[in-house]
Structure formats: structure tokens, C-alpha cells
């Protein structure tokens, strides 16, 4: 998204500091925070509302509001205005990342529960978020902090995952399938047993893949995967490089074709092919029919795009 929302007030969480009474706690403060509105138009940010936004957009920004102590000098009026704000921050932070789907239908929650050391890992990974911009409001004694995470590249949630969940033996059980093994291709029937099917003619030339999901509740994922109607794995990011996994992710996520093949564009491919989903087999697991997924398997035999993730994702 590259418009900056309405007013920063009506998404900040509301702070939370031990000075602060349960009752203030719950209050949204109005403030006008004009710089950081223009911070966020300078840089064509926008604040993170949902883990899709974050996965399509490749960074988590909130922002939190704090109030400050009653009493003291402004100075420490300003002081623990801030701290209340980033407390916030954190909080919104930890539940957008929480909500991040690592592959099918588990969520980053769900492998934190399960796993003491993904756990760790995530709240380091928070702990660690950089504070990009801080206001303070003398008049209205409010404070916003915004803070930010990578979802893909260096020190973001891709790689804190990879490197504490997905790589491990847990990771490694959830991804486990059947890799697709195309049918025979043979140039005439024969009555053989063995399923066998005449090529349509010479494979189709391509560089990249275009997976048309708006009709489907598809949700993008640290890993995203696309299945036969069989279940086989046609495209299984386990087996793509982790330097690109974590530097550029399992895919594009845009809204139209278009925005795909610019993306993808981005990525080395000039040609891709463009196919419609026909269903999901998870949450972030997509089925295609048995004859786009021989066009896909054919093409990619030339191109080796699906190695390289040169796949993007339209949603709604």
C-alpha cells in the first residue's frame, strides 16, 4: 500500500506503562502529529494493519501512542510519554508478526508455543526493531513511536524463522510431500498400464510464473507452495535457496497481472506464464489444474525459474 492512512491516531494502540491507570491505558488520546505523517509520505510508507499487509509489502511499521506520569518536568513528561509509546509499539508489533503464516495454516504464534527457541527468536527479533521516528506533543501531552521490522532480508522475520524454525527438524516435518513427477510423455498411445499422455506440442517458452489467486482466500506466507490436484509439490520453496528465500521470499503478492509481471520484471523474468489457480490445499497452499501444472513443469525445465522464486501471487 502507498497511501498514508487517514490519521495516525485512529491505528496507534494505546500505551501502556505502569504510571499510566488502567482507565488511561484505554484511552485514545487525539494528537495532531504532522511530521510523522510526513515522514511517512516522504519515505511512500505506510503502517502495517494485518500480517498479509506486512508479507505483501516486506516490512512491518506501527506505531504506538503514549501518555506520560502525571507531574514532574516536561522533560520527563516527554520521557515517559515515549517509553509508554514504544511499549505500544512493541505490543502491535508482536501481535502482526504473531499472525505471519510460515507455511499451510501454521502461524508464527503457533510455532512460538510449540518451540521454546522460535519463541526466543521472535521476541529477540522484536526486541531488536528499529525505532524510525518519535514525536512528542507538549500541548495535547501525547507521544507517538513508530517502529520497524523487515519481513524479508537481513535481521527480518523471514530469517529469524529460517534460522530458528523452518530449518529444524519441526520445519523440515511440516514441509515434507510428494514432489510432482510428470506423467509419461509419449508420442503415441500404447496400451501400456502406465498413465502416459501425448505432448501438446513443444514446451511453451518462459521465464517466470503469474498465479492468478483472486477468487480464492489465498494468504501469503514465509512459504507458499503450489500442488498438483494430486498433492504433489509442483513448486516447494524448501528447495530454493535459502539466500533468496530470506533476501526476496517465496514470491510477489500484488492485486492485478500487471503489477505481477512488473515485479517479476524486477526479479529477471520478461516472460511469464500466467495461470489460474483452481483451489487451496492450506491457507497458503495453492492447487492448479493437471494440465497448467505439466505447462509449468515443461517451461520450468528450460527456464529453472521456479528455483529461482520468479513466481508472483495475485490476491484479492
Known sequence: MNTVKASLVTCALVSLCCAISPAMADRIVPGNFDLGRAWLEKRNLDLTDSPQEAMTDG???????????????????RMTAIRAAEVAAYRRLAEIVDGVYV????????????????????SGLIKGARKAHEEWDPVDGVAVVFMQIGVRGPDGVAEAMYSAYINAAPGKAMLRTAVYTPP??????????AQVIKPAGPAEVHDGLII????????PALINRIFSGKGEALYDPSKVSQ?????????????????????????G???????????????????????DVLRIYAADQKSNFLASAKVAFVLK
Not at 59 to 76: D, E, F, K, S
Not at 243 to 267: C, F, H, P, S, W
Open 59 to 77: 516490512y512491518i511499521l506501527v506505531v504506538g501512542q503514549g501518555l506520560p506520569m502525571a507531574g514532574g518536568t516536561p522533560a520527563r513528561q
Open 103 to 122: 507455511s499451510g495454516q501454521t502461524t508464527v504464534r503457533e510455532c512460538s508455543l510449540e518451540s521454546d527457541v522460535v519463541k526466543t527468536a521472535v
Open 184 to 193: 509419461v510423455l509419449v508420442a503415441d498411445a500404447t496400451p501400456a498400464a
Open 212 to 219: 492468478d489467486a483472486r477468487e480464492l482466500g489465498f494468504q
Open 243 to 267: 539466500k533468496i528465500l530470506v533476501e526476496q521470499g517465496a514470491g510477489e503478492y500484488t492485486n492485478t497481472i500487471e503489477k505481477a509481471r512488473a515485479a517479476l520484471e524486477a526479479r
Open 269 to 291: 523474468a520478461k516472460t511469464p506464464m500466467i495461470v489460474k489457480a483452481t483451489g487451496l490445499k492450506t491457507m497458503a497452499d495453492l492447487n492448479v489444474s493437471d494440465e
